[in-house]
């Protein structure tokens, strides 16, 4: 665990990055039943290893009020770091061959700002890939209910948010998260293509483990 202070897909990238499976998370605790702390923001305690059902782990390299950076590593892949903000909007992924980037063109509220308003909210940008031209981006949210998990006697209130994400113009995939708004991960994510083909799989979703 590290504070807060010290530092997102997150998780929770919500499949920005596109996604597949769901997500069961066993969290590291505090005061639950294996005697570690439960996560909490306001008491500073955040993720800061993610470990991946499929030997990925996401380690977190900093965090602001609104920014995270966690680096990503698979056993079968080059490692990256991703960028995001409040953990669901990407920014930034880095690799060797260089970074493609967001410049998202309408404001980025969090997630209980566009619940509040009870409205889906549309965020659109640019992406731009090493050595490829722009390309137009979209992430279509929406919210839908609260609810209460439990994790090793520790609680967590997510909150259900479908995202639809478009390039071009045109809708790739839909990803439905049980994302948490303070912690900015994602214990459940589901994928679901709508172009017709898979997504593909760039972060990993069934979490093991969080300390």
């Given at each position: 665990?590290?504070?807060?202070?010290?530092?997102?897909m997150?998780?929770?990238?919500g499949?920005?990055?596109?996604?597949?499976?769901a997500?069961?998370?066993?969290?590291?605790l505090?005061?639950?039943?294996?005697?570690?702390?439960?996560?909490?923001?306001?008491?500073?305690?955040?993720?800061?290893?993610i470990?991946?059902?499929?030997g990925q782990?996401?380690?977190l390299?900093?965090?602001?009020?609104?920014?995270?950076?966690?680096?990503?590593?698979?056993?079968?892949?080059?490692?990256f770091?991703?960028?995001?903000?409040?953990?669901?909007?990407?920014?930034?992924?880095?690799?060797?061959?260089?970074?493609?980037?967001?410049?998202?063109?309408t404001?980025?509220?969090?997630?209980?700002?566009?619940?509040?308003?009870?409205?889906?909210?549309?965020?659109?940008?640019?992406s731009?890939?090493?050595?490829k031209d722009?390309?137009?981006?979209?992430?279509?949210?929406?919210?839908?209910?609260?609810?209460?998990?439990?994790?090793?006697?520790?609680?967590y209130?997510?909150?259900?948010?479908?995202i639809?994400?478009?390039?071009?113009?045109k809708?790739t995939?839909?990803?439905l998260?049980?994302?948490?708004?303070?912690?900015?991960?994602?214990?459940?994510?589901?994928t679901?293509?709508?172009?017709?083909s898979?997504?593909?799989?760039?972060?990993?979703?069934?979490?093991?483990?969080?300390?």
């Open positions: 665990m590290k504070c807060r202070a010290v530092l997102t997150v998780l929770g990238l499949g920005a990055l596109a996604t597949t499976g997500v069961v998370a066993e969290v590291a505090t005061k639950g039943s294996a005697g570690q702390a439960c996560m909490s923001a306001d008491l500073g305690i955040v993720p800061g290893h470990t991946m059902d499929n782990e996401l380690a390299l900093g965090q602001s009020a609104k920014v995270v950076v966690r680096k990503v590593k698979s056993p079968k892949a080059e490692p770091e991703i960028r995001s903000k409040f953990g669901l909007y990407p920014l930034e992924w880095s690799t060797s061959t260089g970074m493609t980037v967001w410049d998202w063109e404001d980025l509220p969090a997630l209980d700002v566009i619940e509040a308003s009870g409205q889906t909210f549309l965020a659109q940008g640019i731009t890939a090493p050595g722009p390309v137009s981006v979209a992430m279509e949210i929406t919210i839908g209910d609260r609810e209460t998990i439990e994790f090793k006697g520790c609680s209130e997510i909150m259900q948010v479908t639809l994400h478009s390039r071009d113009g809708p995939h839909e990803a998260i049980s994302y948490h708004p303070d912690l900015w991960i994602s214990f459940r994510t589901e679901r293509p709508v172009d017709g898979a997504p593909k799989v760039v972060m990993p979703v069934d979490i093991v483990t969080i300390r």
